[in-house]
């Protein structure tokens, strides 16, 4: 089945700067990557996400790219905030047959330091 | 719209007894998942649901745990009978697959099992 790996496990930035978040596939029938965000007490929510006809999606301070040849997809936050702080998971889902399952990967817990 | 409901939002048994946590998908949403996130084992998916049918329940830890779609709105995760390693918060999460595969996560139930 797909593996997904994400690094790093943490990320701490200052505020302002920028975050990128790596994640890897191994399914090269995988066409959909979601990002979602957790923040404390809550269930993750879709930020992001891309599509494998798509090399690159942008919004606002996030963007998404994507490798389909090397099977690798980042996220990257620019003008980091406080309230950016929060965990990451970047997830792949495996072609139209399998009632959208995603494999996630293990999260990226971000801080941001004022 | 409300978005995945789910119920209750924390939960505090003793070790044996059962456990029935429940979820609520979004109306026109035709597939349901169950995940369970602790610390140690990160985001795990337990078992999901395409048009009511259990699609694939590997992730199921043990016979201790069962799930159940009835209809289209609602599905439970019981747990009988429950132990102290159960502890956990348990999300359902809801898509519709023919439109993308985002999965939008209900709040969770944070289970204590003494």
């Known amino acids: 089945g797909e593996n997904v790996e994400q690094h790093p496990s943490t990320l701490s930035v200052q505020e302002g700067d920028s975050a990128v978040i790596k994640c890897t596939y191994s399914?090269?029938?995988?066409?959909?990557f979601p990002w979602y965000k957790q923040e404390l007490g809550k269930g993750p929510q879709l930020i992001i996400d891309?599509?494998?006809?798509?090399g690159e999606k942008k919004d606002q301070r996030i963007a998404v790219t994507l490798n389909k040849t090397a099977k690798h997809f980042s996220l990257h936050i620019t003008e980091t905030q406080p309230e950016d702080s929060a965990v990451y998971f970047c997830?792949?889902?495996?072609?139209?047959?399998?009632?959208?399952?995603?494999?996630f990967g293990d999260g990226t817990t971000l801080t941001v330091k004022p | 719209d409300a978005g995945v409901i789910q119920s209750p939002r924390h939960e505090v048994t003793e070790m044996g007894q059962e456990v029935t946590l429940r979820c609520k998908p979004i109306?026109?949403?035709?597939?349901l998942f169950w995940y369970r996130q602790t610390m140690m084992r990160g985001l795990e998916l337990l078992i999901y649901?395409?048009?009511?049918?259990?699609?694939?329940d590997s992730g199921m830890p043990e016979d201790r745990f069962s799930a159940k779609m009835p209809n289209a709105s609602f599905s439970t995760l019981k747990i009988q009978p429950s132990e102290p390693r159960d502890s956990a918060v348990y999300f359902c999460?809801?898509?519709?697959?023919?439109?993308?595969?985002?999965?939008?996560f209900g709040p969770g139930t944070r289970l204590l099992v003494l």
């Open positions: 999460a809801s898509s519709f697959t023919v439109a993308g595969k985002t999965q939008y």
């Open positions: 399914d090269s029938a995988s066409n959909y």
């Open positions: 891309i599509r494998s006809n798509v």
């Open positions: 997830a792949a889902s495996m072609g139209n047959t399998n009632a959208g399952k995603s494999t």
């Open positions: 109306s026109g949403h035709n597939s």
């Open positions: 649901f395409n048009n009511n049918v259990p699609i694939d």
